[in-house]
Nanobody, 116 residues
Framework: QVQLVESGGGLVQPGGSLKLSCAAS????????RGWYRQAQGKEREFVAV???????NYADSVKGRVTISRDNTKNTVYLQMNSLKANDSAVYYC??????????WGKGTLVTVSA
């Protein structure tokens, strides 16, 4: 059974940094993309970042230059390093993995709160 478990969320002051992790387990199928979405209270879930199997990355315009997605294939883990955090970065952050041929799987989310 595929499982994605996020960690690393918490309370941080504006301008601070956080590093989120997402560990995957439960399948030996190939993964052709892993990424992050976020959902702020009262808003729709939105794309944050993705890393493809070949290593290419894409970012939402709202986080470009402040966020870096990376992975450690030996640990089946993807990371989201977030710097210069702003209040409007506050959200529940969800990781996902696109398995072939199983489809997309999601974690349960980790809460990030940016507040003084």
């Amino acid at each position: 059974q595929v499982q994605l478990v996020e960690s690393g969320g918490g309370l941080v002051q504006p301008g601070g940094s956080l590093k989120l992790s997402c560990a995957a387990s439960g399948s030996s199928c190939s993964i052709n993309a892993r990424g992050w979405y976020r959902q702020a209270q009262g808003k729709e879930r939105e794309f944050v970042a993705v890393i493809h199997s070949g290593g290419s990355t894409n970012y939402a315009d709202s986080v470009k230059g402040r966020v870096t997605i990376s992975r450690d294939n030996t640990k089946n883990t993807v990371y989201l390093q977030m710097n210069s955090l702003k209040a409007n970065d506050s959200a529940v952050y969800y990781c996902y993995a696109r398995y072939v041929p199983l489809g997309n799987y999601w974690g349960k989310g980790t809460l990030v709160t940016v507040s003084a």
